[in-house]
Structure formats: structure tokens, C-alpha cells
């Protein structure tokens, strides 16, 4: 191992800013006002992206499973994991938020539950009333863009960036649903590191914590493994018997990521990478794999 490679040598990656901790007190303190939850996970790491310590938060309130971007993942494989989480007992809902894909079916799960609510209201003598949801996931798995789709318009704002939200914040639906935004949380340790990696890459996590040289290379070494061909299609390069530092180097060249003295500018070819991730220039990837 040469000395690049050695300055790049994986990071440990943590993030849980005090805000976190402020939104999940905040939730328990509005746990007893919410009926059903809207667990949110990316189709593309969608055991990364699932809130460790979720179900001690919100107990055994009724839960919907939202995998969120699945017009950009590897179908095969995320269908392995809507299987494995309905066997768990999930009511699971795949949407492709770009095309409103399936919106209508959570909606529909929504008013059964929220059926079952008034009627047992109505044995009780109390009148209907609207089903209070609570919307939970990890930062930037597309919160924002499924509640704007969830209402018919602008309710919430939309940023590719984790800590977009900042508060909790109630929307209206409809004229039967309310429901509860909440800033996107993580859990304090981050202790599987392979699923902090997969988090970090599709940003999840502050760009501004992190190597990004370092990030590249476990991104090529991911990428390379589990998608070789669309990974050299994309940058018109051969991976074959390349080291992934290697392998970064030959994207420098390619796309011009040289500075002065015609050294290689590894941030730059890293950037490039990780631009292309964060931009969807991968199509049809899903990182996490079924033990």
C-alpha cells in the first residue's frame, strides 16, 4: 500500500447532531396524539436506511413501510426486501415518487386504519375525526418530495441535502388525514460501519464530516463489485486487477481531474463520483444485500 492509499484508508463515519436527539424527544412527547406511522426508507439501502431503534420509539402504533425511490433501484434485489419485511408483518408500499407511483395505496392502507379508529370511537360514543400520521425516516430519503406528493402540491420543502427539515411540523393531507413532518434522524452510533458507508454515499449523511477521497474509494469498491458493468460503462474505463485508488486515478484522467504538474487531483475525481451517485447517474442499484 502506497502512501495515497494509506491517507485514504476507510474512515469511521458517526453523525447525530443535537437536533436528532431534539427531534426524537419531541416525538415521544407526540407520540400519544399519533394513530399510524410512515416509516420512510430508500429502495436503494433498504436496511441501511431503516431507523435502528425506530420501534422503541414509536411502540406498536400501526406502521407503513414506505421504500421510497423505487424507479432507482435494482428491483431483483430491493423485492427481496419488501418479502422479507412483509414476512415480518409489514404492510410494505413501494413508490416511485417521480411518477406517483403507488401514492394512492398508501392513502388507501391510511383510511382503513383510520376506519378502524372511528368505529371504535363511534362504540364509545365520540365523533370522527381526522387520522393524525406521524412521517419518520434517516435525512434525504425523500420525505419532503412523498408528503408534496401525498397532498396534490407544495407543503413541504425540497432539498437533496440531510438536515433539510428542522422542526416538526403539521400538514394537512387531505380532509382525512393530518400528518406530523419530522426532521430526518439517524441513531447515535452508527455501529455497523459497512451500512454507514451505503449511508454516506447515497448522503445521508453531512458531506461536510466526511472524507470524500476516502468515500470515492469505498464507493468504487461497492459499485465495482456489485455493479462492474455499469460502473465501467459509465466512466468508459476497465477495472479489471485495479486497486480501487487505481481505479480513481484512471477517472481523473478520463474526466480531467488533473491539477498543475499533471498530478491527480483526487478530490475532484472523487467529487465526480460522488456527484454522479448523488445525482442518479447510476440507475437500478441497490447496495444492501439479504444475509
Given at each position: ?38 416509516e420512510v ?120 441535502k440531510p438536515?433539510?427539515t428542522k ?125
Amino acid at each position: 500500500m502506497d502512501n495515497k492509499e494509506k491517507s485514504l484508508a476507510s474512515q469511521r463515519i458517526g453523525w447525530f447532531p443535537g437536533h436528532m436527539q431534539k427531534t426524537k424527544r419531541e416525538i415521544k412527547e407526540k407520540l400519544s396524539l399519533i394513530d399510524i406511522i410512515y416509516e420512510v426508507i430508500d429502495s436503494r439501502m433498504p436496511i441501511s436506511s431503516k431507523i435502528k431503534d425506530i420501534d422503541n420509539l414509536v411502540k406498536d402504533k400501526p406502521k407503513i413501510l414506505i421504500m421510497t425511490k423505487y424507479d432507482l433501484c435494482d428491483r431483483k434485489e430491493t423485492d427481496k426486501f419488501i418479502k422479507y419485511y412483509e414476512n415480518l408483518g409489514y404492510m410494505v408500499v413501494a413508490v416511485d415518487l417521480m411518477n406517483n407511483n403507488n401514492i394512492k395505496k398508501i392513502l388507501e392502507l391510511s383510511n382503513k386504519v383510520s376506519d378502524n379508529l372511528n368505529e371504535k370511537r363511534k362504540s364509545k360514543g365520540l365523533k370522527p375525526r381526522n387520522l393524525r400520521a406521524l412521517i419518520v425516516g434517516i435525512p434525504n430519503v425523500g420525505k419532503s418530495t412523498l408528503i408534496n406528493r401525498l397532498v396534490g402540491k407544495k407543503a413541504a420543502g425540497v432539498g437533496n441535502k440531510p438536515g433539510f427539515t428542522k422542526s416538526l411540523t403539521w400538514i394537512r393531507v387531505n380532509k382525512n388525514i393530518d400528518l406530523l413532518d419530522s426532521p430526518g434522524i439517524l441513531w447515535p452510533k452508527l455501529e455497523n460501519q459497512d451500512e454507514a458507508t451505503i449511508l454516506a454515499i447515497f448522503s445521508s449523511i453531512k458531506e461536510e464530516i466526511l472524507n470524500k477521497e476516502s468515500l470515492a474509494l469505498d464507493a468504487i469498491k461497492l459499485l465495482t463489485s456489485l455493479y462492474k458493468e455499469k460502473f465501467e460503462d459509465r466512466y468508459k474505463i476497465s477495472t479489471n486487477d485495479l486497486k480501487e485508488i487505481e481505479v480513481l486515478e484512471s477517472i481523473a484522467k478520463k474526466r480531467g481531474a488533473i491539477s498543475k504538474g499533471n498530478n491527480i487531483d483526487y478530490e475532484k475525481a472523487s467529487t465526480i463520483i460522488l456527484n454522479d451517485i448523488k445525482n442518479n447517474a447510476f440507475k437500478e442499484i441497490t447496495l444492501d444485500r439479504l444475509k
